[in-house]
């Protein structure tokens, strides 16, 4: 299916009228696993996912939700049908390979080893229409993120959503009005709020115990590619991978491998590189630690560093910039050799924070009971069992959209100061820049036509 403007050209209504007398044989509608297999789960109870993006990520998110007795995985979308090249030369993914990796997982489980109860597609708006689909999980390149948001809000589907939520600042307000008016769930898929050494650790700083807040360091990992330089050439596009649709609602520009596929990343026009990367998991930890109704009103450089013109690489290669805080607390993110942490300062001792662990100083701050009269963290053992929960419950988890947007909102500001390497002064009440045309401009980019926010599902 080639690329189709957004709106009432394509609506799930239209699309399941021009296909309701094709019948369950021709949508390939899946079979339920039965309920034998998942214990009290029946398939009326059971939540229905349909996987939009089946690159490396999906190679994470995808075994977690198997995980899961009461929900099932019924279709698998992605606008490449197979291919090498993602993370590393050899992995072999796309919409084929991921919808048998899933089907193999269900005819295990069931016994039956013509299970084919999972089927594919390469638009995402065939996953959006389909009566048999409760939830989405978004696993694209962050250009995406918003438009299928909004339209699977609009489909009555609740959303699990990879960060950061959007390119853009415009892109995470306009996927909280899509959420919100459609009475649908959004978790954002950055795991910290779901560990707990790391609510631990939030717990204390929240709690007064490294006294008062001085300055705190969030650590980003360095680029893992590099670009193919300056006067690069265009690749031929690959056979069964729709580019043209990959590109969606970002500039035309011509393919090249670099570009796409795990190294997507690295281009500004998909991605804010490692600052929205790394950097989402870093500083939502740090606001997490803070309270989240806190946020810096001025970003400035630190002494980012770019790659040289004409790569097709364009974001940071070494991040760096620093946000202040009302109360005067500074944020100093960079990349460094920890792929991920949170490092607190006060006045009272120090805390720092890794993927597996946390340390204080002194040492005895770590062993402070949180007490009844305490400030208590929200409790989340696994973030995508929260999603689950959350839609059954018809209640926010961990990680809703508002709390995802302001996170992602953080490191667009960043990178916007990077860029331009000046200080910006911030509203966080009407999110928007202060005084600086240009780099309020950078807040929102031109969506390619025929997409836009507009859309009518």
Not at 113 to 124: H, L, P, R, T, V
Not at 352 to 376: C, N, V, W, Y
Request: hydrophobic share 35%; with cysteine.
């Amino acid at each position: 299916m080639k690329n189709n403007p957004t709106g009432r050209r394509f609506s799930r209504r239209d699309f399941l009228r021009s296909s309701a007398a094709l019948g369950a044989v021709a949508w390939g509608l899946p079979t339920l696993v039965p309920s034998s297999v998942f214990g009290q789960n029946a398939p009326s109870k059971r939540i229905t996912l349909g996987i939009i993006g089946c690159g490396n990520q999906s190679t994470v998110d995808i075994p977690e939700f198997l995980k899961n007795d009461d929900c099932q995985i019924v279709t698998v979308c992605d606008v490449n049908r197979a291919g090498r090249g993602y993370k590393s030369a050899d992995q072999f993914l796309g919409r084929e390979p991921v919808r048998d990796m899933v089907n193999k997982f269900y005819a295990k489980k069931t016994g039956q080893d013509s299970y084919k109860g999972c089927d594919m597609c390469a638009d995402f708006r065939e996953v959006l229409a389909r009566k048999d689909v409760d939830a989405v999980v978004i696993i694209t390149p962050d250009h995406w993120h918003a438009i299928m948001t909004i339209m699977a809000a609009e489909a009555g589907k609740d959303i699990y959503c990879q960060k950061p939520l959007g390119l853009t600042v415009r892109d995470g307000q306009e996927m909280i009005k899509a959420v919100r008016k459609h009475n649908r769930i959004l978790q954002c898929g950055s795991q910290w709020r779901s560990t707990k050494h790391i609510r631990e650790a939030c717990e204390l700083v929240r709690n007064g115990r490294l006294g008062k807040l001085k300055k705190i360091e969030s650590y980003v990992a360095a680029n893992n590619a590099t670009g193919p330089g300056p006067g690069w050439k265009p690749d031929p596009v690959p056979e069964g991978f729709d580019y043209d649709l990959w590109l969606g609602p970002a500039p035309q520009a011509p393919y090249h491998k670099d570009r796409c596929f795990y190294r997507f990343r690295f281009v500004r026009d998909y991605s804010g590189g490692q600052t929205t990367n790394f950097g989402h998991h870093a500083n939502g930890v740090v606001r997490w630690g803070l309270g989240d109704d806190l946020f810096p009103t001025e970003f400035e450089d630190a002494g980012s560093e770019w790659p040289e013109k004409g790569d097709l690489f364009t974001t940071a290669t070494k991040v760096a910039f620093r946000a202040r805080f009302p109360d005067g607390v500074e944020l100093f993110c960079h990349t460094d050799k920890k792929s991920f942490g949170v490092r607190f300062e006060g006045t009272e001792g120090w805390l720092e924070l890794g993927s597996k662990k946390f340390e204080t100083g002194p040492a005895s701050i770590k062993g402070s009971a949180i007490g009844a009269s305490d400030q208590r963290l929200y409790v989340s053992p696994n973030h995508y069992r929260n999603f689950l929960d959350a839609v059954k419950a018809r209640k926010d988890g961990v990680e809703p959209v508002e709390t995802g947007h302001r996170t992602s909102m953080l490191c667009h500001l960043g990178n916007i100061a990077m860029l331009l390497k000046r200080k910006l002064k911030f509203d966080p009440q009407t999110e928007k820049i202060i005084g600086d045309d240009e780099a309020a401009a950078l807040l929102e980019v031109p969506l390619r036509a025929p997409w836009s926010y507009t859309t009518k599902a």
